[in-house]
């Protein structure tokens, strides 16, 4: 981490209860919370954000997005995490593994890849969407409200890898040990886990 943070140990009020939530979602503190260490009050207004979007949408097209954005963001962190969700929450290891080897995910069907191509494509420069790219993923059978909300994730994401990335903040070792060294290796798209 690049700014100095607050340890869990010294957090007290809304910083405390914010490493707490996280406590209990990971099971442990994990790195990027300390970037919110001293604006616990926008660390809140995140995740309600981020919760608000994903329970809006159905939880394995909020995934394949959240990678889509992260990926093209060069975001290990969310990279690496949100495949953790994808293969473990959803249950959709198959997505994972084929992102591995074909990180556009060309590979997937044609409703993944579409979803996928227009994720990242508003991820890397949303001002060169155009109709037509709107028009693909209709064509894909995503509704409006879909597309709105593939949208919303993604701008959500841009907050979240600019404020991690931006303070330092590495991957988690535990989070890693979650997969094999070459299903990892194609994870790391940007800074390298555990701050090596």
Same mark, same amino acid.
């Given at each position: 981490?690049?700014?100095?943070?607050?340890?869990?140990?010294?957090?007290?009020?809304?910083?405390?209860?914010?490493?707490?939530?996280?406590?209990?979602? $990971?099971?442990? @503190?994990?790195?990027?919370?300390?970037?919110?260490?001293?604006?616990?009050?926008?660390?809140?207004? $995140?995740?309600?954000?981020?919760?608000?979007?994903?329970?809006?949408?159905?939880?394995?097209?909020?995934?394949?997005?959240?990678?889509?954005?992260?990926?093209?963001?060069?975001?290990?962190?969310?990279?690496?995490?949100?495949?953790?969700?994808?293969?473990?929450?959803?249950?959709?290891?198959?997505?994972?593994?084929?992102?591995?080897?074909?990180?556009?995910?060309?590979?997937?069907?044609?409703?993944?890849?579409?979803?996928?191509?227009?994720?990242?494509?508003?991820?890397?420069?949303?001002?060169?969407?155009?109709?037509?790219? /709107?028009?693909?993923?209709?064509? /894909?059978?995503?509704?409006?409200?879909?597309?709105?909300?593939? @949208?919303?994730?993604?701008?959500?994401?841009?907050?979240?890898?600019?404020?991690?990335?931006?303070?330092?903040?590495?991957?988690?070792?535990?989070?890693?040990?979650?997969?094999?060294?070459?299903?990892?290796?194609?994870?790391? @798209?940007?800074?390298?886990?555990?701050?090596?």
């Amino acid at each position: 981490m690049f700014i100095n943070t607050t340890p869990e140990s010294a957090a007290e009020g809304a910083l405390a209860e914010w490493y707490q939530s996280q406590r209990s979602s $990971w099971g442990f @503190v994990p790195d990027y919370a300390g970037c919110f260490s001293t604006r616990p009050d926008v660390a809140a207004a $995140w995740a309600n954000l981020n919760l608000t979007i994903r329970g809006g949408m159905d939880r394995r097209l909020f995934e394949l997005v959240t990678i889509a954005a992260a990926r093209a963001r060069r975001s290990t962190y969310c990279t690496v995490a949100h495949s953790l969700f994808l293969r473990d929450v959803c249950g959709d290891g198959g997505t994972v593994e084929a992102l591995g080897l074909a990180p556009d995910g060309q590979t997937l069907s044609d409703r993944d890849a579409a979803v996928f191509a227009f994720a990242a494509k508003v991820a890397r420069d949303a001002s060169t969407i155009e109709a037509d790219d /709107v028009d693909a993923v209709r064509g /894909v059978g995503l509704t409006d409200a879909e597309i709105a909300d593939v @949208v919303l994730a993604v701008g959500a994401r841009m907050f979240f890898t600019t404020v991690l990335d931006g303070l330092g903040a590495h991957l988690d070792p535990q989070t890693a040990a979650k997969f094999g060294p070459e299903a990892l290796e194609a994870m790391v @798209v940007g800074r390298p886990i555990g701050g090596g």
